[in-house]
């Protein structure tokens, strides 16, 4: 079995674990760890969300107003044709930063150097029982 799983993220909606944790799963569900292998390096991205330069932190309309006239909302609302420029321009930074992270990205697999990654893949084999 190949399990590409979450070891760094931590928020209310990701059921990350530590590797140990992992290994411990799949072997309580009858597994036996073959290989290990990091991988999601994503510095430049990381980097991004760190210093907080996402567009997120702008106001956002409420739900109830989005749904119920967005056309109106963004033209008539003051500030919004700049939180939703603002929220294309963090889209595009985005894609820049995954762009420019997968350059290294798969050198820093086949190094197994021990760089803080969100990702690791396990690939387990059944136990006979």
């Given amino acids: 079995m190949l399990a590409l799983e979450n070891?760094?993220?931590?928020?209310?909606?990701?059921?990350?674990?530590?590797?140990r944790g992992w290994?411990?799963?799949f072997r309580n569900a009858g597994f036996e760890s073959v290989a290990i292998q990091r991988y999601d390096y994503n510095?430049?991205?990381?980097?991004?969300?760190?210093?907080?330069?996402?567009?997120n932190s702008a106001r956002k309309p409420s739900k109830a107003i989005a749904e119920?006239?967005?056309?109106?909302y963004m033209t008539r609302t003051p500030g919004a044709r700049k939180t939703a420029l603002l929220r294309h321009?963090?889209?595009?930074?985005?894609?820049?930063?995954?762009a420019v992270d997968g350059?290294?990205?798969p050198l820093l697999i086949r190094s197994k150097l021990p760089l803080p990654t969100l990702?690791?893949?396990?690939?387990?084999?059944a136990v006979d029982l």
């Fill in 68 to 72: 119920s006239a967005p056309e109106e």
């Fill in 119 to 125: 990702h690791w893949g396990f690939l387990f084999k």
């Fill in 43 to 55: 510095f430049l991205n990381r980097l991004y969300v760190t210093l907080g330069l996402r567009a």
């Fill in 89 to 98: 321009l963090d889209a595009g930074a985005r894609r820049v930063a995954v």
């Fill in 103 to 105: 350059v290294p990205e």
């Fill in 7 to 19: 070891v760094g993220d931590q928020a209310p909606h990701v059921f990350a674990n530590s590797v």
């Fill in 23 to 25: 290994q411990a799963r």
